[in-house]
Every structure is written in C-alpha cells, then in structure tokens.
C-alpha cells in the first residue's frame, strides 16, 4: 500500500478503525447515561433500505451490517483525514469530526427519510431521542475525530 501524505496507509487504515471502534464504545457508554433509546438509528435505516417488515431479521443484519459499514465508513473518513489534514492533531481531528457528524445530519439523515424510512429523524437527528440523541452522536463523532486526529498527528520533535 502506498503511503497517504507520508503516512503509511496501513497505519491510517489502524487508526481509523480503532476510531471508529471508540467511537462505537462512546454511543453505547453514553445512550444510557443520557437516557436515550437503544436501536432507533438502527430500526430507521432498516426501514429506509426496505428491511422495516422483517424488523428482528433487519436489526440483526443491520447491528452486524451496520457494524461493518461504520468500520468501513471510520476507514474511509480516516484516509480523507490524512489527506487534508497532514499537520493535523487531536483539535484539527475533532473539528473533523464534528463536520462529519453535520455532514451526516444535514444531508444523510433527510436523504434517507426522502428515501421513505419512518419515523422523520427530525432537524440534526433529534427525532430519534430529542436533542439527546443529536448530543450523543455528537459527541461520539468529537471522540473519533479526536482519536484518529492523535493516532495520526505529526509527532512533536523532543526539543534539545
């Protein structure tokens, strides 16, 4: 593999999924603390990809699938990362996040509710659980940013 903007693209794509894993750790650390509901992101993409009739058999596949494609997802952000950002670090990593996390919300979430799923996840996701919900996407998506912003940053040199 060759390298993304020096780094080597093996260690980007490691840094991407252990982002995207802390990422995932974040939302099912803080869904109970906030009080939110468990499985609502899931049963919404289900029923905007035609899966809503069979929904045990569709939040199966979705928690598998949905696992992979969030893995996925976490390495393709992570190489978009690295390229434009190659002086970045743990604060230019968050605001990345959190422009992903927008990206998301402004565009993804409307798309897939015009695409028919139900219910409307509401203005920046917050028809899932009210602006608990978008808090918590939010801040898992600071966390991964964060994360892959340090996993990648341009190592300090010691000053002598």
Request: a positive charge.
């Amino acid at each position: 593999m060759s390298p993304v903007r020096g780094v080597p693209t093996a260690r980007v794509v490691a840094a991407g999924l252990i982002a995207g894993l802390v990422q995932i750790a974040t939302v099912y650390v803080l869904q109970p603390i906030v009080g939110t509901q468990r499985g609502t992101f899931t049963r919404f993409v289900a029923d905007g990809l035609g899966m809503g009739d069979a929904r045990t058999m569709a939040q199966a596949a979705m928690s598998l699938g949905g696992l992979a494609a969030l893995l996925v997802a976490a390495v393709l952000w992570a190489l978009v990362y690295r390229a434009v950002a190659p002086a970045g670090n743990a604060v230019t990593g968050m605001a990345f996040g959190l422009a992903i996390w927008l990206a998301g919300a402004l565009v993804v979430l409307p798309l897939l509710a015009a695409a028919g799923a139900a219910p409307s996840p509401g203005f920046l996701g917050t028809g899932f659980s009210g602006a608990r919900s978008a808090l918590v996407a939010a801040i898992a998506h600071l966390v991964y940013g964060g994360v892959l912003g340090s996993m990648l940053g341009t190592p300090r040199r010691a000053e002598t």
